[in-house]
């Protein structure tokens, strides 16, 4: 399965899919980075890689949002991309692109949806007081935060966090989690059932 990565920024979760496709026996490869900014660094990661990136950025087309995605998309199709994965993409995108991409387009959000949807997740939980907090990766609808939920994994709310500890914990737990829900999009484990995601065989 090739995939492309949307990131913005960092790229530590960009960083969990190199590694994970570096296995012999993953069974999934990245053919595309692609950021909407010049100055990401998740796109030196991907060239220490010997992956191919590319920027389409929102500032060349100014109050055009169609055309930046048309761009986008292009650049995804003419890599060969069969699941495009957000990855810290900070841009949002609107219902033709997410329909061109229809459950092919997966996302990485850090908090267990459907709590906390949006930005500032992890104060958000710290201020509601519950005791587990996560992250989830889910097949992209036009709503934010919304979709087919594919995994998720749940990380324990500390006394004594705040907003960056308990963010540091989650963003562990992420790492681990996306590769493991690329896994079981490529070996046709995890398919769309109406709302739902059917897991097919055993998870560990
Ligand atoms: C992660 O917390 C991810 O869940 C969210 O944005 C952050 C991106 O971090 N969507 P990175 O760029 O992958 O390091």
Same mark, same amino acid.
């Given at each position: 399965l090739k995939l492309g990565v949307l990131i913005s920024g960092r790229g530590s979760n960009l960083q969990a899919l190199i590694d994970a496709c570096a296995?012999? !026996?993953?069974p999934a490869e990245i053919a595309l980075v692609l950021s909407?900014?010049?100055?990401?660094f998740g796109l030196e990661r991907a060239a220490k890689a010997g992956i191919a990136t590319a920027v389409v950025s929102h500032r060349d087309y100014p109050g055009d949002k169609p055309a930046f995605e048309a761009a986008m998309d292009a650049t995804l199709r003419e890599s060969g991309v069969d699941l495009v994965c957000l990855a810290g993409f900070m841009r949002l995108l609107s219902p033709w692109f997410v329909g061109q991409w229809h459950n092919a387009l997966i996302n990485i959000h850090?908090?267990?949806?459907?709590?906390?949807?949006?930005? !500032?997740?992890h104060q958000r939980a710290l201020d509601s007081g519950v005791r587990f907090h996560g992250c989830t990766v889910h097949y992209v609808r036009p709503?934010?935060?919304?979709?087919?939920?594919?995994a998720q994994a749940a990380v324990p709310v500390l006394p004594g966090d705040d907003a960056h500890r308990l963010a540091d914990r989650v963003l562990e737990s992420e790492h681990r989690l996306y590769p493991h829900a690329v896994r079981l999009i490529a070996e046709g484990r995890a398919r769309v059932d109406g709302d739902l995601v059917r897991i097919e065989g055993t998870v560990p």
């Open positions: 296995a012999p !026996d993953f909407n900014k010049a100055d990401a850090p908090s267990l949806l459907p709590s906390f949807k949006g930005l !500032d997740t709503e934010m935060d919304e979709g087919p939920i594919i």
